[in-house]
């Protein structure tokens, strides 16, 4: 599958924001934007780009999915869920 698009990372280290939460706000707002309109950057590609641990990525990811803005399949990767 296509990767969709590159996250630039503004991560702020001097917000009061964790960096999972400025991370998954960027993500959302891609989604909202439509530059994620079905799928998102691996965990390997947002690690990557951003520079931040996998675990900082992996709980900015679980914020997306407790909103219920995406979905994972395993070993498919991560997609954006569309309104019903």
């Known amino acids: 599958m296509a990767y969709y698009g590159p996250v630039e990372s503004e991560i702020n280290d001097k917000s009061p924001l964790p960096a999972k939460v400025q991370l998954a706000n960027q ?46 399949v395993k070993g498919r990767g991560l997609f954006v869920r569309r309104p019903q």
């Open 27 to 72: 993500l959302r707002a891609g989604i909202i934007s439509g530059e994620y309109a079905e799928r998102l950057p691996s965990l390997t590609e947002l690690t990557e780009c951003t520079g931040l641990a996998l675990n900082t990525v992996q709980a900015a990811i679980r914020i997306l999915k407790d909103e219920g803005l995406v979905y994972g």
